[in-house]
């Protein structure tokens, strides 16, 4: 096909902001193109080169396109940066300035050859790369006629935008390859293969070529993410697990950044990691590509999960902030490494050694993902209990926020409870607690127990069991576990300190259902800052004030560095103190929520915007 075709389709392109219009020209001219070529088309339509998770840029800079203008012109750089300046658009300049002093090409371009030379001009990397990119631009701007240098200009700069989105280009190759009364189905069926394979251009040139058959059943490949199952809302977790007809597996939510590991299996590869929005982000979290083969073996295999900071000592959950530290980072990497280690926790699988999994139910796809994960330190799976009744479902919810969680995803276990790439469906409901603000006030706790350390902290205590004062009963009531906020030294110094006080029996007026490495006689209280109160069913401070066997827990405790030598165990926080902070907390949650019902829990914000895939129900 001849390049001044799809510039002339560009053209009308521009004038152009109705989809229907826009749908209509595209799917009229995308019959016309050969197979082969069709990829380049989609790419080209899109201002791309490739599929965008291979992220090559085709951005070359405004003063590279003007020097290779100047040559193929041969006006005189200044000349093109003067207007350019003027019109505001280096394409408009190009077509403009065309006709003087230039010879007309002796040839028309091709799209296959502009295809191939621009992505010379992407790829020419390092020393002398520049010279290298000019000369292949100026090359091919010699060849072109003055439209056609107009949006080569452009798709170089990186700034053709012609408003063709992905979904109007699935839309224009159903109409162009369907019958009309075919329409609705054609659509699905690309789009799903669109979901899967995330390379549009690969779909269309398959549709092409073999029709609307080849493109049903189109499985995972590794190296192509596909694009992430979503989750619905329910304001409460009893309308979740009705929706799901009272049974559902319910997981945690981790709050970190989701990941698709790709392990490529015996014929070598890379392993490859895949962030939600399907960049390839594998150079930041070296030692999950490097715990992947570990836990999964050779592969092949596709898996997702929650990519989240742990504490590098006590192995906890740390906030979702932290990871964010690591995100898009080139440099001290080995640092970041250190201080913000992460860990994999994987909740699917899209492709496992013995097949694809995309269609086969939850409960089957997580079985095969328990037999094929070997639990290690970097990766693990998502905790996980089906639940049948909300008691049930309710401790599991309060049990994932005391470990760090932001809430639960409920599961539907139905038969038909395949992985829908790119929907937001009711196959998975998510429930969270959603805060802004830290805890208003500090809470001061007595030290009950301690947890030996690991690794770095072995030999003294990694983590402390801590409690506040419950004066009714006169009994200390556990409030949390905290391991964050204490250096080596102070840690040391609470060891020794605390040493003498050791017993293998809790102390009478301990109140925990955990159980710490060594239980400790409260004597020492310690400041500590946290996240926000939560209600919580392992924790004993404030039992059955608000819930029947819930008490209070200290989300993401850190240690604030005092050590409140100046009260004793009974001056610590009481319990009624906590219940004024949690009602405050819950006051100003309902604050930022005047359109829910009221309640410990902030109800789900409504969502503005549809999903990509729409909403299904199971
Ligand atoms: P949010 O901002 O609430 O995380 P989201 O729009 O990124 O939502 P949703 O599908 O609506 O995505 O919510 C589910 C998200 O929760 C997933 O994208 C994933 O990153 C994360 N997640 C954490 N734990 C799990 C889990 N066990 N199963 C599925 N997703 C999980």
Redesign the pocket.
């Known amino acids: 096909m001849h390049f001044a075709e799809l510039v002339s389709l560009f053209g009308e392109l521009e004038d152009t902001s109705k989809r229907l219009e826009i749908r209509q020209k595209l799917s009229t001219f995308l019959v016309k193109v050969e197979a082969d070529e069709l990829p380049a088309v989609i790419y080209l339509l899109q201002g791309q080169l490739r599929p965008e998770y291979e992220g090559i840029e085709l951005g070359v800079a405004d003063s590279l396109a003007r020097k290779a203008v100047a040559l193929a012109t041969g006006l005189p750089e200044s000349t093109i940066q003067q207007h350019g300046s003027h019109s505001g658009d280096l394409g408009d300049t190009a077509e403009a300035l065309w006709g003087e002093g230039r010879k007309p090409p002796s040839r028309p371009l091709r799209v296959r050859e502009v295809y191939d030379r621009l992505t010379g001009v992407a790829e020419a990397k390092g020393e002398g790369s520049q010279e290298v990119k000019v000369g292949l631009l100026r090359d091919l701007l010699t060849s072109a006629e003055a439209k056609e240098a107009k949006y080569l200009v452009r798709l170089v700069l990186g700034r053709l935008r012609l408003g063709v989105k992905e979904m109007t280009l699935v839309d224009a190759l159903a109409a162009a390859y369907a019958p009309e009364d075919q329409f609705k189905e054609a659509r699905g069926a690309i789009e799903a293969a669109f979901n899967v394979t995330s390379d549009l251009g690969e779909v269309a040139s398959s549709l092409a070529a073999h029709g609307l058959p080849a493109l049903v059943g189109v499985r995972a490949q590794v190296g192509k993410p596909v694009r992430?199952?979503?989750?619905?809302?329910e304001a409460t977790l009893k309308s979740a697990l009705d929706r799901m007809g009272g049974t559902a597996a319910l997981?945690?939510?981790?709050?970190?950044?989701?990941l698709q590991a790709h392990v490529p299996g015996p014929s070598g590869g890379p392993v490859r990691l895949f962030s939600?929005r399907l960049e390839n982000v594998s150079s930041q979290f070296p030692e999950i590509l490097e715990a992947i083969p570990l836990s999964l073996g050779p592969g092949p295999a596709i898996v997702?999960?929650?990519c989240v900071p742990v504490d590098p000592v006590t192995g906890e959950l740390r906030p979702f902030q932290e990871i964010s530290r690591r995100r898009g980072r080139k440099y001290d990497l080995t640092r970041f490494q250190e201080e913000v280690p992460v860990r994999l926790?994987l909740?699917?699988v899209l492709l496992a050694p013995e097949g694809p999994t995309l269609d086969r139910s939850y409960p089957e796809r997580r079985g095969r993902l328990e037999a094929m994960v070997k639990v290690t330190d970097r990766v693990d799976l998502?905790v996980?209990e089906v639940v049948d009744d909300l008691g049930t479902a309710e401790a599991f919810f309060h049990r994932a926020l005391s470990d760090g969680?932001?809430?639960?995803?409920a599961?539907s276990l139905a038969p038909g409870s395949t992985y829908r790439a790119g929907a937001?469906g009711f196959w998975?409901i998510?429930y969270?607690r959603e805060y802004t603000h830290e805890l208003a006030d500090t809470v001061d706790t007595v030290v009950v127990g301690a947890f030996r350390g690991r690794g770095r902290r072995a030999g003294r205590y990694g983590a402390l069991l801590v409690a506040v004062y419950d004066a009714q009963a006169e009994t200390f009531p556990t409030l949390c576990k905290v391991g964050t906020g204490f250096d080596d030294k102070t840690l040391e110094d609470l060891t020794r300190r605390l040493s003498s006080r050791e017993q293998k029996e809790p102390p009478k007026d301990v109140v925990s259902t955990l159980v710490p490495d060594v239980w400790l006689e409260p004597s020492l209280v310690l400041e500590l800052r946290g996240a926000e109160l939560t209600l919580s069913p392992v924790h004993r401070a404030g039992d059955g004030l608000l819930r029947a066997g819930y008490g209070f827990a200290l989300r993401f405790p850190r240690f604030t560095g005092r050590i409140r030598e100046d009260k004793s165990p009974e001056e610590a926080t009481e319990v009624k103190e906590l219940l004024r902070l949690y009602q405050t907390q819950v006051r100003h949650a309902e604050a930022e929520a005047p359109e829910g019902p009221p309640g410990p829990h902030r109800p789900p914000r409504k969502?503005p915007g549809a999903s990509p895939g729409g909403t299904e129900s199971p």
Not at 228 to 233: G, K, N, P, Q, S
């Open positions: 992430a199952m979503l989750a619905e809302r997981e945690y939510k981790y709050d970190g950044l989701r939600r997702e999960g929650e926790i909740f699917d998502a996980r969680c932001e809430g639960v995803m599961k937001r998975w998510k969270k969502e």
